[in-house]
């Protein structure tokens, strides 16, 4: 066990560091959502790695049944986590953990919804907004792109109160609005 204080990796890097397919694949994700590199896409695999062995193991304690409403209080747990941060619906089941793909984890950082929510015209502008302190939540500001936003924080993004782009008549925020975003 290491010291507190000290940091370390959370993520995992790919065992095969040359396939082909699987560098197609992260090199399209990484574009498509605007990412810094390919570490905030590892890092994300490894959020979803921790939840499925979650669901793993529920299953097999499951298939044990030592004690069921042991296992019923960890499966809401597990299930009323994911639902907080709306990578899953209501109703959604331990095989809906299994079925997740990476793409649910990343439309729930902070940068994807700035760019959905037509706060900026694309991912890496979004980035630059956040980065830069324009963008808050809840009317606090929030400069971590990689944030990953609850259900109930959602409708609460918008523009940080001192921020330039709280104008309305401010160029940027001008483009923002002719490329189809919506304020």
């Known amino acids: 066990m290491s010291y507190p204080g000290q940091n370390h990796k959370q993520y995992e890097t790919p065992k095969r560091r040359f396939e082909k397919s699987r560098i197609e694949d992260e090199t399209r994700l990484v574009i498509e959502y605007g990412l810094r590199n390919k570490r905030e896409l590892w890092k994300a695999q490894s959020n979803l790695r921790r939840y499925r062995h979650a669901a793993r193991d529920l ?30 619906g209501e109703n959604a089941s331990i095989g809906d953990v299994l079925a997740m793909k990476i793409e649910v984890e990343l439309e729930r950082r902070l940068q994807t919804l700035v760019y ?62 002719r490329a189809g975003g919506r304020l």
Do not use: C, W
């Not at 019923?72 to 941060?85: I, M």
């Not at 959905?116 to 400069?143: D, E, N, Y």
């Open 116 to 177: 959905r929510q037509g706060l900026a015209r694309s991912p890496k502008q979004a980035r630059q907004f956040i980065t830069h302190g324009h963008i808050a939540l809840g009317g606090r500001k929030v400069s971590i792109p990689g944030y990953r936003v609850k259900k109930v924080e959602e409708g609460t993004l918008g523009y940080y109160g001192l921020s330039p782009l709280t104008n309305d008549v401010h160029p940027e925020r001008e483009r923002v609005i």
């Open 59 to 88: 299953l097999a304690l499951k298939s044990a049944s030592i004690d069921e409403a042991m296992i019923a209080k960890k499966e809401d747990e597990l299930l009323g986590h994911l639902n907080r941060f709306g990578l899953l």
